[in-house]
């Protein structure tokens, strides 16, 4: 596990670069054609595959497991990856380098499919296929923590010099203002299927008129609970201002996807549901990429970085579709409620740990390196208590070393 490029080093800086990378595409457009069809699959047992699906999920997810930690060695970048050359991705030549470097992650889902049929029987994958399902709330968990350290990283990467956090009436209120505008297109399309609020029943009007006001109140609250943690000598606070807001946004979409799945909203088609989830589902594999490369460099953990990092997070988007797939089978009819549970858990996790997380960023260089020292030097009992701003922002160690 040697054979670790400048191009991984490079590949730290952006998540975009990362996600991009001509070298993993092949992978990525493996991810999104597998986890379509096999959706449509299940959904109408398409042969067999209703008993199969979950059984095929869990062998492509543990083959792309595999396929990060091999990644780093000469044999996984000779297997996997291919080399472009600059002449584009549109071309034969890439196109059938591509469909080569996915076959032997596609023969080891294989083989292992065909393990899990040679020891299991019908019932038990049956069981596989719940156990699949249920890890739709863990993940949902997961998915919180990890576009919060997501936007940890890209705090820190546009971190400035040491400035005031605006935390006064006036920015609040803006920061307020500027979430109602951007939720209130998306409450239209959603809520009210693009028809005007004016024409629409008074329940439906109440329903969303909630939800406005749900936004308001959880924006003071978290103006409020995170203003101590946004200040403070020696680090930025605009850039702390800034992630706190871009936390607070997402939690705030979940929170929406989690209102208009609710029982008493109108229900949506199980189409737009699954494009919807697919798309929070991409900005949680990008930001979990972004912050598992970010963190295999600085720590050197090689099978996290670079193009490690991709495969990692086509791992989590085929267990995720897995869950999500199962769970249509499963619940008949109820997915959209089981959804909702999910996505206001990611919310839940994302406001909880906000204050936690914008401690993370805006440090000065020399106080960030002196919390990397100690993290790396001293055990929890050893940290000296008078440094009350290195405890503040030593907090979401574990949260960052669960995702890792």
Known sequence: ????????????????????????????????IFSG?????????LFGSESQGAAIFVSLSISYMIAALIRPSRIGIFLLTVESNGDGVLRRKYLTKGVIKTLPVIILATLIW????TILNKENLNDLKLILAMMFIAM???????????????????????????????????????SLLLLAPLVWWFGYGTVNPSNANFSTNLVWFIFLITIVFLGVLMERYTKSFREGSEVDGVVRDRVYFLIFL???????????RAPFTVEQSSVGLFIEESILMSITIILAVWSLSKK???????????QSAIFWGVCFGLAYCG??????????????????????????????ICPIAI???????DLEAQIEISEHSLTPEEVPHSQSARVEESGDEDIVEIIH
């Not at 959706?39 to 109408?44: H, L, N, P, Q, V």
């Open 250 to 260: 997402t939690s705030c979409w979940h929170l929406l996807s989690s209102w208009r």
């Open 37 to 45: 069809s096999l959706y449509g699959a299940m959904s109408m047992d």
């Open 323 to 352: 869950s999500v797939s199962s769970l249509t089978v499963l619940s008949e009819g109820s997915l959209m409620t089981t959804t909702a549970i999910g996505h206001a858990i990611t919310a839940i996790v994302m406001l909880a």
């Open 140 to 178: 949902s968990l997961f998915q919180g923590l990890t576009l919060t350290v997501g936007w940890i990283e890209y705090g820190r990467k546009i971190r400035g010099q040491p400035r005031d956090s605006r935390a006064g009436v006036y920015p609040s209120l803006f920061r307020i203002t500027i």
């Open 359 to 365: 401690s993370r960023v805006g440090l000065s260089e």
């Open 114 to 117: 065909y393990g899990l049929n």
């Open 296 to 306: 295999g460099h600085k720590r050197g953990w090689r099978i996290f970085q670079g």
């Open 1 to 32: 596990m040697n054979n670790g490029t400048h191009e991984d080093l490079r590949k730290s800086e952006s998540a975009f670069t990362i996600f991009s990378d001509p070298s993993t595409l092949p992978h990525i457009a493996l991810l999104i």
